[in-house]
């Protein structure tokens, strides 16, 4: 069973920063994407930002120049370093990964993580 769990949501003051982690585990033989989404109440799930393995970062246009997307392979993590927060960035933060799994043979298959809350406060 493959599993994402997250960490570092919380409550920061705008302006402030948090670091967001999520690290996969389970019978993983590699991962090709990892995603940040967000969901605020009452909006759809946007694409906040993701990398692909060994690939460039893309972001959405609201968080570019704020937010920071970033992979350690080794650890199977990936980080969401938020800097500059603003309160129209609370929403749930969701973790999400392309994930081949050891002995299946199979491919890709996607992942979430459970989602943790950020809160920016005015």
């Known amino acids: 069973q493959v599993q994402l769990v997250e960490s570092g949501g919380g409550l920061v003051q705008a302006g402030g920063s948090l670091r967001l982690s999520c690290a996969a585990s389970?019978?993983?033989?590699?991962?090709?994407?990892m995603r940040w989404y967000r969901q605020a109440p009452g909006k759809q799930r946007e694409l906040v930002a993701s990398m692909p393995a060994g690939g460039k970062t893309n972001y959405a246009d609201s968080v570019k120049g704020r937010f920071t997307i970033s992979r350690d392979n080794a650890k199977n993590t990936v980080y969401l370093q938020m800097n500059s927060l603003k309160p129209e960035d609370t929403a749930v933060y969701y973790c999400n990964a392309d994930i081949m799994m050891v002995g299946y043979g199979l491919g890709y298959v996607d992942y979430w993580g459970q989602g943790t809350q950020v809160t920016v406060s005015s």
């Open positions: 389970g019978r993983i033989f590699s991962i090709n994407y």
